[in-house]
């Protein structure tokens, strides 16, 4: 065989896989390559990394915003409007919600550090724990947790794009970046997209539940339907009870450089707690640790707030509040 029909055969060969990352590289289906803020909206969540959707706001828009107030926290801060929020901050302040799914303290501390390297002081931040971001670990190892690179060290490029690649080779994924209307409905059916009812406003980096929050007002039984209630309880604890204490010493060490960033930031802060319908909350014992490392005046512990027993006060079973009780207790916490 001569050497040129071996490279021939060699190609011919590996076509299929350089198909395959073509059609990857084309498409971009995680929206991690090329970032476009639409892909965030129209994409029907396909694989969100809102970490990484955060990030990417920022950068492409604090040119312009000069962003200089964050709301930090899980899925669990997104209905803490950054318009109603505002409300309490110096005027003129510019507000992003610099939230990531299933956030961690490592995350947020992670994000002031980047902010502060792009030249950008958080003057004022909102923070949102929920009893469980402090059980958290960084969850590098699949797309819709892994940190982004760019603001950690923890995480290489090589094994971030590893991760979204792999994902992608998913024959659906493949099929759908070709033919996406026809196979939307596998994508759903294997909760690789998710139909999203959110509308997104990308200076601020905010889902709203506009349709949610309009039927709410006008016919909450037509949304707190008998069948959405029963899924309420299915996914609640009996009662809300204290977990066991998970303040270790690795927590407490990452809580104190927390509270250094804020302090060489001079942030405004204030930490809230918010409560969720009959879930488990901080230990008594966690709950004093926390205020003792970020000031008693500053964290707001709602857990056990008479919404934790109305489902109502929620949009989902997994205790999302409404954007509406999310005002109600902005207002609680800086009124007090």
Same mark, same amino acid.
């Given at each position: 065989?001569?050497?040129?029909?071996?490279? =021939?055969?060699?190609?011919?060969?590996? =076509?299929?896989?350089?198909?395959?990352?073509? *059609?990857?590289?084309? %498409?971009?289906?995680?929206?991690?390559?090329?970032?476009?803020?639409?892909?965030?909206?129209? @994409?029907?969540?396909?694989?969100?990394?809102?970490?990484?959707?955060? *990030?990417?706001?920022?950068?492409?828009?604090?040119? +312009? &915003?000069?962003y200089d107030s964050f709301i930090f926290g899980s899925s669990m801060s997104q209905n803490f409007r950054a318009e109603e929020w505002a409300k309490?901050?110096?005027?003129?302040?510019?507000?992003?919600? !610099?939230?990531?799914?299933?956030?961690?303290?490592?995350?947020?501390?992670?994000? *002031?550090?980047?902010?502060?390297? &792009?030249?950008?002081?958080?003057?004022?931040?909102?923070?949102?724990?929920?009893?469980?971001?402090?059980?958290?670990?960084?969850?590098?190892?699949?797309?819709? @947790?892994? &940190?982004?690179?760019?603001?950690?060290?923890?995480?290489?490029?090589?094994?971030?794009?590893?991760?979204f690649f792999n994902a992608y080779k998913n024959p659906t994924v493949i099929g759908y970046c070709l033919m996406p209307k026809r196979f939307k !409905?596998?994508?759903?059916?294997?909760?690789?997209?998710?139909?999203?009812?959110?509308? +997104?406003?990308?200076?601020?980096?905010?889902?709203?539940?506009?349709?949610?929050?309009?039927?709410?007002?006008?016919?909450?039984?037509?949304?707190?339907?008998?069948?959405? =209630? +029963?899924?309420?309880?299915?996914?609640?604890?009996?009662?809300?009870?204290?977990?066991?204490?998970?303040?270790? !010493?690795?927590?407490?060490?990452?809580?104190?450089?927390?509270?250094?960033?804020?302090?060489?930031?001079g942030t405004k802060y204030v930490v809230i707690i918010p409560p969720r319908y009959k879930r488990r909350t901080l230990s008594g014992g966690d709950?004093?640790? =926390?205020?003792?490392?970020?000031?008693?005046?500053?964290?707001?512990?709602?857990?056990?707030?008479?919404?934790?027993?109305?489902?109502?006060?929620?949009?989902?079973?997994?205790?999302?509040?409404? %954007?509406?009780?999310?005002? %109600?207790?902005?207002?609680? %916490?800086?009124?007090?």
């Amino acid at each position: 065989m001569t050497f040129k029909r071996f490279i =021939l055969r060699t190609m011919l060969a590996t =076509l299929p896989v350089w198909a395959v990352v073509a *059609i990857y590289v084309a %498409a971009d289906p995680f929206n991690v390559l090329r970032f476009d803020s639409r892909k965030s909206e129209a @994409h029907a969540a396909a694989g969100r990394n809102m970490g990484v959707v955060t *990030i990417n706001t920022f950068l492409n828009n604090n040119e +312009r &915003r000069h962003y200089d107030s964050f709301i930090f926290g899980s899925s669990m801060s997104q209905n803490f409007r950054a318009e109603e929020w505002a409300k309490y901050l110096p005027s003129g302040s510019s507000v992003l919600h !610099a939230d990531a799914t299933m956030e961690t303290i490592d995350g947020i501390v992670d994000k *002031i550090r980047f902010f502060n390297s &792009r030249g950008t002081k958080v003057a004022n931040a909102l923070i949102v724990i929920e009893e469980e971001m402090l059980r958290r670990s960084p969850l590098d190892n699949d797309i819709l @947790h892994v &940190r982004p690179p760019a603001i950690t060290s923890e995480v290489s490029a090589l094994h971030f794009h590893t991760l979204f690649f792999n994902a992608y080779k998913n024959p659906t994924v493949i099929g759908y970046c070709l033919m996406p209307k026809r196979f939307k !409905a596998k994508m759903e059916a294997e909760g690789i997209i998710t139909t999203d009812p959110s509308a +997104r406003i990308d200076s601020l980096n905010e889902y709203r539940y506009n349709k949610f929050d309009s039927l709410i007002a006008v016919n909450p039984d037509a949304f707190y339907t008998r069948e959405r =209630l +029963r899924a309420f309880e299915a996914n609640a604890d009996v009662m809300p009870q204290p977990y066991n204490s998970v303040m270790t !010493a690795e927590l407490v060490e990452k809580l104190k450089e927390l509270r250094a960033l804020l302090k060489s930031n001079g942030t405004k802060y204030v930490v809230i707690i918010p409560p969720r319908y009959k879930r488990r909350t901080l230990s008594g014992g966690d709950l004093l640790a =926390l205020r003792e490392i970020l000031g008693e005046d500053n964290v707001k512990d709602y857990s056990h707030d008479a919404l934790s027993r109305n489902p109502r006060a929620y949009y989902d079973k997994t205790a999302h509040l409404t %954007a509406a009780n999310c005002t %109600a207790l902005l207002k609680k %916490a800086y009124s007090e």
